[in-house]
């Protein structure tokens, strides 16, 4: 049977021979090579070097980091697939490796019969969506969503959004706005069915976490 060969790249020599070791181990995988950081990944391939079945790829890297690193990939390899080894796992760094071109995304506290099914998974259907991917790449769904909600606010509603954010009553609202106070009440039954929001209060931390406003 021909065995998957796989490339390592990874600044911390003691994980990669680690996980060299294990893969070893593995029926069917062979590890090619074990690189420092992206550019000595650029320059396997500038070499000539066997393409590998699957890149294990660091994100937190000196020199040419993960997400730099995909992004090179993208240009000049980019049937290559690559499944990200990590211990950084936040949603943006996620959602930044994956929409480069990653086909998966793990944490290096994996379990080992879990990495494998994830390698297998990479390399049979093209992908591997843990569950924490999943979240990710639905709240960034919903982020692009949110974006686009917030880019169709007209300038009055901003502008009420700025009052309803300050210790202004609904009636100061309205004279602040020369606006009727039944005005202003359809404004804000309106941008709270916008925001999926039920409270000023509510309206206030959404304006908040999401820059709305400046504080």
């Known amino acids: 049977m021909k065995k998957k060969t796989v490339v390592i790249v990874d600044d911390h020599l003691l994980f990669a021979q680690s ?31 066997r393409i590998p079945d699957l890149v294990l790829l660091d994100v937190k890297m000196p020199v040419m980091d993960g997400v730099q690193t995909m992004q090179w990939l993208k240009e000049n390899q980019p049937e290559q697939k690559v499944l990200a080894l990590t211990m950084e796992d936040d949603e943006d760094t996620i959602i930044k490796m994956l929409r480069s071109g990653a086909k998966g995304y ?60 300050s210790e202004l009553t609904y009636r100061g609202i309205a004279e602040e706005m020369n606006l ?14 916008k925001l999926e929001i039920k409270t000023r209060v509510g309206l206030v931390i959404y304006c908040i976490k999401h820059k709305l406003i400046m504080i």
Do not use: W
């Open 106 to 165: 793990l944490l290096k506290d994996v379990h080992p019969e879990n990495f494998q099914f994830a390698m297998k998974m990479v390399l049979e259907q093209g992908f591997f969506y843990s569950g924490k991917i999943q979240v990710a790449l639905q709240n960034s769904d919903k982020n692009k969503k949110r974006e686009e909600l917030h880019k169709k606010l007209t300038d009055k509603e901003k502008l009420f959004l700025k009052f309803a954010c």
């Open 180 to 193: 009727s106070p039944k005005t202003v009440e359809n404004y804000r039954e309106a941008i709270f069915k």
């Open 19 to 49: 996980l060299e070791g294990l893969i070893s181990k593995l029926e069917g995988y062979k590890v090619l090579a074990i690189l420092k950081n992206g550019k000595e990944l650029t320059q396997y391939y500038l070499h000539k070097r």
